[in-house]
């Protein structure tokens, strides 16, 4: 099975990033159920890999906080954009988090890759080329910004592929600590 952790958000919050999803041409939209943020790519294991990574994700000990998502942004390069993407603010308690899922998967026997972490949500991808629009597009929602969410838990995801494109079925949940005063 193909897998991934991530942020799964609130609905209020995939509908608030669907309102952004228009107004480039050739853009492949993701559906709003698929909203998340990837903080590490698993890749395909087997069911014994699975049932380790989740013996080593349930033992992450990690306070809740605080995030904000704010302007926009795209990979690739403006003649051949690949995606179309929502930022945060910088935030080291979500650097912090990644770090220690990826040590937690490490130990596990996962081998993550080492491009440097740079977190976002898709909005859409493309395939071809020229996309009419895109840099009105990032002009027209670079001061795009939402009110902080509380970040309470982080997610084991499963990824479907599918000629229609992914889906995405949690298949754990491993919820942060609430902070005391």
């Keep these: 099975m193909r897998t991934f952790v991530g942020l799964a958000l609130p609905q209020p919050v995939r509908d608030r990033l669907a309102l952004l999803c228009t107004g480039v041409e050739g853009a ?8 998340h943020l990837t903080l ?23 306070p809740t906080f605080e995030l904000s998502l704010n302007g926009v942004g795209f990979f690739g390069k403006p003649e051949k954009p690949r995606a179309v993407w929502v930022g945060t603010e910088i935030n080291p308690s979500l650097n912090d988090l990644q770090e220690r899922i990826g040590n ?3 130990r596990a026997g996962v081998h993550l890759e080492g491009r440097k972490f740079k977190p976002h949500i898709t909005l859409a991808r493309f395939k071809h080329v020229k996309h009419p629009g895109l840099e009105a597009f990032i002009q027209r929602n670079l001061i795009f910004q939402m009110d ?26 491993y919820p942060l600590q609430a902070i005391r005063n």
Excluded at 28 to 35: G, P, Y
Excluded at 48 to 60: G, H
Aim: proline residues 3%; without cysteine.
């Design 40 to 62: 590490h790519f698993i890749g395909e294991v087997d069911l014994d890999m699975a049932e380790e990574i989740n013996a080593n994700l349930s033992r992450i000990d990690f």
């Design 104 to 106: 937690s998967l490490r």
């Design 28 to 35: 492949r939209w993701i559906s709003k159920e698929n909203f």
């Design 148 to 173: 902080p969410l509380t970040i309470d838990n982080f997610v084991l995801f499963r990824s479907h592929l599918g000629h229609t494109g992914a889906h995405y079925e949690p298949l754990a949940e």
